[in-house]
């Protein structure tokens, strides 16, 4: 489950809480309806059926803000850069 959303000219994504730190994140794109958070080599978060709306917006940003959440606690707050691919499904397993 996630949301993302804008707020205060700010990209936000909110995920579930993940069991480490990330370690180079980078969100992959490719301006459809999937995409892939890449936490490090070993945890990725892939994001399905993003909104039409979300999609343009993504396609134009350069970095995105990660709130990793259980409810309402926040557990990680990081940034990553947005980078945008031909094919993101092509890279994901």
Do not use: H
């Not at 080599?41 to 995105?64: C, H, M, T, Y």
């Not at 990793?68 to 397993?93: C, H, Q, T, W």
Request: hydrophobic share 40%.
């Amino acid at each position: 489950m996630y949301q993302i959303f804008q707020k205060d000219d700010e990209l936000l994504l909110v995920i579930n809480s993940q069991p480490c730190d990330p370690d180079g994140p980078m969100f992959i794109y490719d301006g459809g309806d999937t995409a892939l958070l890449f936490r490090d080599w070993f945890s990725n978060v892939r994001l399905n059926d993003l909104s039409e709306q979300v999609r343009p917006v993504l396609k134009g940003a350069k970095e995105i803000r990660i709130l990793e959440a259980d409810g309402d606690d926040v557990f990680r707050d990081y940034r990553a850069p947005v980078r945008i691919v031909r094919d993101v499904k092509s890279l994901m397993m």
